[in-house]
Structures are given as structure tokens and as C-alpha cells.
């Protein structure tokens, strides 16, 4: 494990130092966990207590904050942006040496950087690339003329289908498919009822820079036309993103979505937990959704939307949600009451 | 590539030549994207514009179409069908050399077709079968007494647990999962709490022919009985099928559907995306969900069934939501209403 | 297959006989499906007419049964567990020699138990542990000072990631990812928008005793503390547990939930299928989770708790839903209703 002085740190980070620059850290924590030979950090002076009574030997701190703390502190514009630059720094992923292991299978005519790193009982198929410094760990399948960019980290047993691109700098983690076969059905009707027939996915994956894609996360090929993931985008685990998708960049999604064929999403969205997102539609940059709802129209306008039945205790809910059975009924009799007092009404007035 | 003429085309799949039977044809492509050597389809006259203005050298067109178009055309009683099968045609999968890659480990007893395609790392247990032309890409794991039919096609890393059986010309794709433990639990009460104990699950799972599914789709293996896929299913990514469940012929579903344990999907339904599917219940044949949904209920007339909460600015979301955890208070203030009002008529008419 | 007598498993499952100890026992079965050397089970006193039409040589019954049946009997305190135990001496699952299968890649210096079972391909990193009687199948990854304890059974394709750690007994499905990356990201403005800073997750997954975790299941490592699994707690299929989630001994999960980060479940939880689970909230022990419903908010008493809208034809789905979105307004309207009503009763009154 690297050590650092507070000093090499405000080197590598910028800020202010307020304290003692020749303190040690070999670690980071969290502010309740921390040694004192470890750094911690706050976002806020909301958390200034636990500060105060954190062990950790230095924190990161706002430079909007004035109180004085106990411990020797980097102050920075953006302490979360800055601590993971720290965590970075002081807790290196564990590598692979360069080099290709004697137990990949590599292709004649594949293109492997001589500065990547490829790992136990790889594939990597005929007329693929793989770039300088990129990292593919145990079991990775990398299909013909597939590209992974530079500086990628792809943890162990991640599939990167035939003739998809992955850019530079992307974290793929295990168990994610990129490039798998989009739903593509015709219907073929027979006399007795018909089949489904198979449409081949010729379209690619088309993956930015800086993307990082989750655990278990599959991103389907296109039909046609090509699946494209832009700059800077962060998918979380077990996600579906169905063929012919397009997702603008710097947009998260978080873990469980599913997003139906030929949808696009702008820049800058953030798709919460288990939101489920229909084929066919368009929604716009700065989009957010909260977790579990279910989007099927175009969203043309930013803002925040929602679509989720309210929790309640189960006999609270067999008695309410009855009634969602005969809603239109029950406003429908609203509506006949109000005629009738207005006819009541008016009777009086008469 | 293969490189086709619009007659061998026809040839292959029928229809009537509308133009020059010569053109060549290197590939297929959408309205938009295609050049002089591809071609690209249209489903009905509706695209009618778009086509006028393709580059396409080819287009399969509906026979039913009247107008006349600058491309050379295929006119076919199913023109998405004759697409998939041309596009099959010109864009073949990326295969692998017939026989056993050094790299696989493939037990003595496994009865491997001599005309199999067994990729890098590939494990085939004892007393496994993988039929003639059966394709088994890098990474996949047949399990012991596994049976594979012919002209099956496993992407990279796919498992089949053992004994389990998959039909003929099954695509497979990556990471999916035949014949997992289903979720079999069995409560152990103790003085203090108690504990699960698992119930080994020793069905299979037994797949039809002409079955598709998706990357990282898990389905269970049965408790005593089997789980049974019937033919020609179509399954997308990340579904979970449980134990002892059994889809009927022909029954799409997309993906991200999740099917508790016990239930049967009958024939030809159509299951959207994110659709959940409680345990021990029985869906008719030809039912179709909206995504999203919650079926908890046995469904036995055909038709298309929702439970979707709509989607709303989330200031809307929090006004309107707010009453659902009241909504039989409000329904009895209606009718408590409905009963004053009627007094009130009453009084007026005496 | 191991062939037993009913005496044997008496012997071993405790229980008094009710008939021919000697019965010979090759297999269990459901009671439609089992044959005369078969045992199968009932629950309860309401599968009698089953039981006796059941072709099965022995019955596991409840000891408060006290009807006779044609079959050999033991009779225990709790049948399901009995009878999940006596499946398991009968149908042991597929195994490994001891051993470490020569296409294993396994580094110098991780403790490999000499009783352990590594199968083809599995690739064990520098310092990592495998506890004796531990199975890991054809190409599971057991991270660099990643540790799994003694009788595990990995199915193929595990991932277990750097300094995890899993305890005794567990099972672990296929695909299952075990430590991949919490969903860490810092958000760095820019003038022209801004964009996503990976925070490095430098925390574990701590898994204890007796646990098991479903087919595709990703379980991602703590941000900086550890995420943890309790002791006895069962997890289905394509389950997502977000860093720094704990969730509470013998709490069992069904398939396809998702729970973010820093959440905790209590004890004895059970959460159906599909439901999703916000960060940050603490929920109780002994609650139950209906499938499909979203959890946003703290749940400190036990008991049942739901959010599903019903499912209805999509006709009326259509009619009803509309009113959701003004929900709101209706029951002002209702408000004002009553209102009037007042006022005319009053004028009545008067």
C-alpha cells in the first residue's frame, strides 16, 4: 500500500493545507472508522461533530468551512471529488503483470497492446483490439474485431461481443455482456397459430470514453443501426439496455433498470433504482426518475418525474387499493353529486 | 460477406421480382443508413417516403404495396419475416472451427457430435450430449448428464447445470443460466428464531426446440418435478423463471420479467418488460401484460392486462399520491354524502 | 444414487415408523410423481386423498397425522425438513475429485485446503483462502485475499472479488458476483456541464455462515466500511445489494429485488420478488415485503407492508388510472361537496 504525506497530497489535489503537511496517511476510512494514520472527509459543516470526534489523522474539508478542527485538514472546493482522488491514490486496484497469461487463448491476428494486461483462461478472438495499459482479468471474452480503448479495466468474466467498441478508461465489471442479440422477433403466422422468427442483430455496441458498466449488466447489440453509450456515462448493476438504445452522456442509471428498444436519453439524467423505461420513446437532457416507476411517453421537459404506488401496511392496502378497481365509477359519482347539489342549489335559490 | 443477387435472394425466399434480378446485395442495413449494395425492408405503405428516399439498391416490400419504387424490389407476403431470413443470409454469425478447442475440458464419457464447435475453456461434464452443429463459444459449462440438441448456439460463459436438457436450435446467449437451484426453503423453528433450511432441488430444467435466451436470464431447475420451457419461447434478458414453472409454446418475454415459482404461462402471450409474475398461479393462453405490471392472480380469458401507476411531475406525484393511502376514507365520505344528499332530495320533495 | 431403507433414515432424520422399516428408498419424488421405491411428503392432513392415491413406498407425514395410509411412514415434527434432509442424502449433488484441476490457475501463495475441489479453469489470486471440503466449479475467480470458508459449493462461474470474504457452508450460484464496485460517484461541475469521478470502493463484502446466494446475484463491496451478510440468510436470482447494505440473519430474499446503498434489513425479513428497497432506510426485523412494492421510507414494526397498484384489463386500466393524475382535485372537489352540503343543511335547518 502507498503512504502519503498531507503535503504529497495537496500536491496531487490542490487545496489549502491547514495543519501539519509531513502527517502520514497510509489509508482512507470513513470519519466514525478512521485511524489516525488514515484520511477522512466531510461534504459539509453539517457533519462537524463527528468530525471533531473522528481518530482519522487528516480529513478533507470544504474551504468554505472556518471552524477549526483537531486534525490536520486539506481544504478543497470539492472534498467528494477530492477524497476519491485520495482513495485512488492510496488504494491502488489490485493489477495483473503485462503481458498476456499462458493460459489466454489469443488470436493470430488480434491486436494486443504490448503494455495491456490480460489474465487466466482470456479469449480474445480473431481481428480484435486491445489497447495500452488496459487490464482484462480472468475469464474475459472478447469477440472478433471487438475494440477495448486504453486504460480499461475489465474485472473477470466480462463478454464484449463481435465488432463492438469499447472507448478509453471504461470499468466494466463482472458478468456484464456487451453486444448480446436485441429482442428482434417477426411474427410468421401459420394455420395453427404461428411462430416467432429470429431477426439477426447486425448493429453494434458503441461505447465512449469514461463509462463504467455494473455487475451482471447486459447492453444488447442493434438490429440494424448501432446500441451507442456516449461519453462519461456510469450504468450501475444489472441493468438491461435493449437494442438501438442511445444514452446521452453523463448519465447515470442506477442498478435494475430496464430500458426497452430504440429509446434515447439525453445528457445529464439520472434514472433511479428499478425505473423501467418503454421502447420507442425520447426523454430529454436533465431528466431525472425516481426509482420503480415506469416511463412509456416521451419526456420533452427536465425535471423530475415519478410513477410509484405509496407503501402501506398490507390491510391499509387491501382497503384502499379496492377502490383503484373503480376509480372512473367513483369520480363518476362525484361528478353526478355535484349536479345534483347544483340543482339542490338552485331549487333553494328558486 | 456473402454477396447475393436479388435472384438468388428470391430464390431462397420466395416472393416476386419487381426490378433488375442482378443487383447485388453485400449486406442489409435500415431505410435510412443503406447504400447501393444493401438491402433494407418495409412493413407497409406507410414508409412509403422514407423508402423514396433510401439509398438502397434492394427493398422487401409488402406484395400488397401498389406503388412503384426507384430500387430494385422483393415483394413478399411477410416482408419483417423475409428480412430476418435475408439478413441471416448476409450477415452469418461469427463461428468457430468444428471440433474441441485444446484449451476445453470435455469429460471421457461426453458424447460430443464429431460436427460440434467447442470453443476455448469450455467445460463438458460426464455423460454430457451436445448435438451436431451445435456451437459452444468460450467459456460455457455443460454440467454432467447435460444434454445439447443440434444447431444450438451458445454465446460465451453460458452455464447448463446438470442433467438438464436443451432442445434443438436453442440460441443461448451470454452468462445465462439453465438449472440453478430453485429457491426451496424449508422453515426450521428453534427456541430462539429458527433457521432456512435449503430443500435440494433435483428437477431439471427442460427446454423445446427453437428456444431463445437471453444474456444472464436465470431459469431454476425444478424441486422434484421439472421446469419446462416449451418450444419455441422466446426469453430476453435478465428473467427469472423459478422453479417448476412452465412456459407455453411460442410465449415471448422481454425483459427483466421476473416468474415466481410454480406459475404457467400458456401459449403465444406476450409478456412486456419488468413484468412480475407471482408463484402458483396459471395465465391463459394468448394474454398479453403491459410492462411493468404485477400479475398476482390466475388469468384465464385472453386479452391484455395492466398495473401500471401513470407517471407524473414528481410536485404532481406527491399531491396526488398522497390520497391513495386514503382512498376508502374518501370512497366512504362519498357515499356518506351521496346518502345526505339523498335526504336532502327527500326533505325538498315532502 | 445412494439406496437407503426407511430404518436408515430413521436413524439419521430421527421420527417414529409406521410400518416396514425395511422399505428400500432410491429416490424422492412429489407424491403424483413418485414410484414404490420413492418417498415423498406431506405437510398436512389437507393432501390425505393425495397421499393415498400416491404410488410412493414411503411417506414423511406429520406426527399429528393420525389417519393410516397404504404407504411405510415416518412421521415427524416437521415434514418439509425432513423431507429436504432425506432428498439430500439421497440425491447428492454432482461433485468434484479432490483436488485442484490442472487447467486451474491458482496462485503460489493462496491456502488451497488439501480437501478442496477446484475444477477446470478456476483461477485463484495471490493470497486467497479455500476452506477444506470447499467445491468451486469450472471457472469460478476467487479474488486476490479474497477467503471462502470450509463446505462451500460454488457453482461455475462464480466471481468472489479481492478480500471478500465468505463463510462456511455457503452456496453460491451460477454467475453470482461477490464484492464488485458500489456505485460510487462524485459529481465535479465544469462550466459547460460537469461530469461523473468514480470514488474508488475499498470496503468488503463480509458474507457469514450458512448462506446462499442465487444465480446472477450481484452483491457489491462497501465504499469504505464493508457490506454484510448475515448468518443464514438465503438471496434468489438477479438480486442487487448496493455497498454498505447489511441485511440481518435468516432474512430471505426472493429473486429480482434491489436494494441501494446503506440500507439495512433486520432479522428474520422476508422480501418477495421484485421489490425495491431506497437507500439510506433502516427496515426492522420480522418484516415482510409483498412482491413488486417500493420501499422508499423506515420500516420499525413488524408486519406486512405493500405498494402494488392491481391489476386489471387494460380497458379498464385505461379508464381508471386517468384519475390518478388528478386525484388531488377530486377529493378537493369532494372536500367542497361536503362543504355545500353543510351550508344547505344548514339553510334547512334555519
Chains 1, 2, 3 share one sequence.
Not at 487545496?15 to 472527509?41: K, M, V
Not at 452522456?249 to 439520472?270: E, L, N, P
Request: aromatic content about 2%; proline content about 5%.
Amino acid at each position: 500500500m502507498p503512504v502519503l504525506t498531507l503535503a504529497d497530497l495537496q500536491v496531487r489535489l490542490g487545496g489549502t493545507l491547514r495543519g501539519d503537511g509531513g502527517t502520514l496517511i497510509r489509508g482512507a476510512a470513513s470519519l466514525d472508522r478512521a485511524d489516525g494514520d488514515q484520511i477522512a472527509f466531510l461534504v459539509s459543516a453539517k457533519y462537524l461533530a463527528q468530525a471533531r470526534a473522528s481518530r482519522a489523522g487528516v480529513l478533507i474539508i470544504p474551504e468554505s468551512l472556518n471552524e477549526t478542527l483537531p486534525q490536520a485538514c486539506l481544504a478543497v472546493a470539492n472534498p467528494h471529488a477530492a477524497f476519491a482522488r485520495a482513495v485512488a491514490l492510496l488504494h491502488p486496484e489490485p493489477g495483473l503483470p503485462v503481458g498476456v497469461h499462458p493460459t489466454a487463448v489469443v488470436a493470430e491476428d488480434a491486436d494486443v497492446h504490448a503494455e495491456a494486461r490480460v489474465g487466466p483462461h482470456v479469449c480474445i478472438g480473431a481481428g480484435a483490439r486491445v489497447g495500452a495499459r488496459s487490464l482484462i482479468h480472468a475469464g474475459g471474452v472478447i469477440g472478433p474485431g471487438a475494440i477495448v480503448g486504453e486504460d480499461c479495466l475489465l474485472h473477470p468474466r466480462v463478454t464484449v461481443q463481435h465488432a463492438c467498441v469499447v472507448g478509453d478508461r471504461a470499468v466494466l465489471h463482472s458478468g456484464c455482456v456487451i453486444g448480446s442479440d436485441g429482442f428482434g422477433l417477426a411474427w410468421e403466422a401459420e394455420p395453427e397459430g404461428g411462430h416467432w422468427l429470429k431477426v439477426p442483430q447486425i448493429g453494434r455496441v458503441v461505447i465512449g470514453n469514461d463509462v463504467e458498466i455494473g455487475a451482471n449488466t447486459c447492453i444488447d447489440r442493434g438490429a440494424l443501426d448501432d446500441t451507442v453509450i456516449e461519453d462519461g456515462v456510469k450504468l450501475d448493476n444489472l441493468i438491461h439496455i435493449a437494442h438501438n438504445c442511445r444514452i446521452g452522456r453523463h448519465t447515470a442509471i442506477a442498478a435494475c433498470v430496464g430500458m426497452a428498444g430504440s429509446t434515447s436519453i439525453g445528457a445529464y439524467c439520472q434514472i433511479s433504482g428499478a425505473a423501467m423505461i418503454s421502447g420507442h420513446i425520447a426523454i430529454a437532457d436533465k431528466v431525472t426518475i425516481s426509482g420503480g416507476s415506469v416511463v412509456a411517453k416521451n419526456l420533452r421537459a427536465p425535471g423530475v418525474y415519478t410513477s410509484v404506488m405509496p407503501l402501506m401496511p398490507h390491510e391499509d392496502w387491501l382497503r384502499n387499493a379496492a377502490h383503484l378497481r373503480h376509480l372512473d365509477a367513483l369520480a363518476g359519482r362525484l361528478k353526478a353529486l355535484e349536479s345534483r347539489i347544483n340543482d339542490l342549489d338552485k331549487d333553494d335559490a328558486e
